[in-house]
């Protein structure tokens, strides 16, 4: 497992941008598949992103051409950035890790609070 810790969250008016970032310690973060989870009070935790460690991405329908997933492998960290921010992307986004072949993701962060105003 690795330690995640996010940082980026804060409050944005609807159609702004914010960058959320997670840094990630270790030395072999190039071997993790990397993702972006969201929760709001009384639901599920739901998939936002991922990034496998080969590079291939995967995005939620809800948030396809509007967020971007990135890592930088020298760093050890993966990013997300949220452009035209809608009051249902508000939630708390946690990043998490898998080692590259395994099927759950088994290490998250503490979390990050993504308020969008209408």
């Known amino acids: 497992q690795v330690q995640l810790v996010e940082s980026g969250g804060g409050l944005v008016q609807a159609g702004g941008s914010l960058r959320l970032s997670c840094a990630a310690s270790g030395r072999t973060f190039s071997i993790y598949d990397m993702g972006w989870f969201r929760q709001t009070p009384g639901k599920e935790r739901e998939f936002v992103a991922s990034m496998w460690s080969g590079g291939r991405t995967s995005y939620a329908d809800a948030v396809k051409g509007r967020f971007t997933i990135s890592r930088d492998n020298a760093k050890s960290q993966v990013n997300l950035q949220m452009n035209s921010l809608k009051p249902e992307d508000t939630a708390v986004y946690y990043c998490?890790?898998?080692?590259?072949?395994?099927?759950?993701?088994?290490?998250w962060g503490q979390g990050t609070q993504v308020t969008v105003s209408s």
């Open positions: 998490a890790a898998r080692r590259r072949g395994t099927m759950q993701y088994d290490s």
